[in-house]
C-alpha cells in the first residue's frame, strides 16, 4: 500500500513538472506580419514576425518557437526560432522569425488564391509549440484570422 501511494506521488509531482505554473496561462501567438527576405528557384524565404503575447502576472521566457503558417486553407511556410526571447507579465512583443516556403506551396497558392480574396481578406492559421523557461514540455499553439483587405482581424497581421 505504502509503494503505491509513493508511485502516486512521483507521479503527481512529475505531472506537475511537466506544464507552466499552477494557474498559469500558455503564451498566446499570432501572425503580425510577413515581409519576402528572398525567391529562389526551389524555396521561398520570409521573415515573419509572430506577435507573442504572455498573459500571465509573471515574465516569460521564450526559449524556442516553431510553427507551420497555412494561408487561405494550404501550407504556406514553417519556421523555428531559437532565440531566447524575454515577454514581461501582461504584456507582449513581435518576435522575428524565418520561414521557408517550398515552390510547390507557392505554385498552389497563385492557382487557388480567388481574386476577391484580397480585397476581403486572407484567412490564415498558424500552429506549432513554443517552449519556455517555467515549462519542462513545449506548450502547443493553433490560432486562425483574417489579414489584408478589409477585414479586421483579431490575431491581426499583414502578410
Known sequence: MLQRLLVLLLALGLAAC????????????????VDVKSLGLFEQHFDVGLRVSNPNDFELKIEALDFELEVNGRPFARGLSR??????????????????????????????????????????????RVKTDRSASWLPFDRAGVVGGDAKSPGGGAI
Do not use: W
Not at 18 to 30: D, M, Q, T, W
Not at 105 to 110: A, D, F, T, Y
Open 18 to 33: 511537466s506544464g507552466l505554473p499552477p494557474n498559469a496561462v500558455a503564451p498566446k501567438v499570432s501572425v503580425a506580419e
Open 83 to 128: 532565440v531566447p526571447t524575454l515577454i514581461a507579465a501582461t504584456s507582449s512583443t513581435v518576435l522575428r522569425v524565418d520561414a521557408i516556403m517550398q515552390s510547390k506551396h507557392l505554385i498552389q497558392q497563385i492557382k487557388t488564391l480567388p481574386p476577391e480574396s484580397l480585397k476581403h481578406g486572407l484567412p490564415y492559421r498558424i500552429k506549432g
